[in-house]
T-cell receptor, first 118, second 113 residues
Framework: NAGVTQTPKFRVLKTGQSMTLLCAQD?????MYWYRQDPGMGLRLIHY???????AKGEVPDGYNVSRLKKQNFLLGLESAAPSQTSVYFC?????????????????FGSGTRLTVV | QQQVKQSPQSLIVQKGGISIINCAYE??????FPWYQQFPGKGPALLIA?????SEKKEGRFTISFNKSAKQFSLHIMDSQPGDSATYFC????????????FGEGTQLTVNP
């Protein structure tokens, strides 16, 4: 049971280049998320998906696109990388268990992709 | 704007001491409040979480205190150990909008031996 797997783990891009970050989960979770982590700013939501074929914008969506063609995969694309997109990117998936009123929520994070744009 | 505010930014505690990290939120649509622990090079991992109908939750050395009227919650780490040295994030879940989490800015905790 691998959980949430992100590829690649590291990448250096030149300004203007494009790339795709892949997130795969094997837990059959409906919801998936892409966050970016920057020093002193916590994790900020880029885009998220509530199911196969659906995507929605988060707090900081500009410059990114996403796709969820299969339930287990959530792709994050950078069409024209900029230095401001230098960050650590985390993918996560979520589930809920328990009855209404006592429901618990779980979020599983990948180990991150460190992206540097020069 | 930051909907979940976390303080302090960094914290240094002696082994055996109590570490306290505070968070405040604004949005009443939040209905679940987890704390995450992150070690360098790793993704955040759930530490403990609380629902707003409970004022306190304890799991081992970790306790969340929740004040719904003040819209504040805090993490207390009792008998802090060097192995607790990590970055801690508070978060809040929206009951709508895809069950998304909003995170605080993070606290870098160092526990000296």
């Amino acid at each position: 049971n691998a959980g949430v797997t992100q590829t690649p783990k590291f990448r250096v891009l030149k300004t203007g280049q494009s790339m795709t970050l892949l997130c795969a989960q094997d837990m059959n979770h409906e919801y998936m998320y892409w966050y970016r982590q920057d020093p002193g700013m916590g994790l900020r939501l880029i885009h998220y998906s509530v199911g196969e074929g659906t995507t929605a914008k988060g707090e900081v969506p500009d410059g990114y696109n996403v796709s969820r063609l299969k339930k287990q995969n959530f792709l994050l694309g950078l069409e024209s990388a900029a230095p401001s997109q230098t960050s650590v990117y985390f993918c996560a998936s979520s589930y809920s268990v328990g009855p209404e009123g006592a429901r618990r929520y779980g979020y599983t994070f990948g180990s991150g992709t460190r992206l540097t744009v020069v | 704007q930051q909907q979940v505010k976390q303080s302090p930014q960094s914290l240094i505690v002696q082994k055996g001491g109590i570490s306290i990290i505070n968070c405040a939120y604004e949005n009443t649509a939040f209905d679940y409040f987890p704390w995450y622990q992150q070690f360098p090079g790793k993704g955040p991992a759930l530490l403990i979480a609380i629902r707003p109908d409970v004022s306190e939750k304890k799991e081992g050395r970790f306790t969340i205190s929740f004040n719904k009227s003040a819209k504040q919650f805090s993490l207390h780490i009792m008998d802090s150990q060097p192995g607790d040295s990590a970055t801690y994030f508070c978060a809040a879940r929206r009951r709508t909008s895809g069950s998304r989490l909003t995170f605080g800015e993070g606290t870098q905790l160092t526990v000296n031996p």
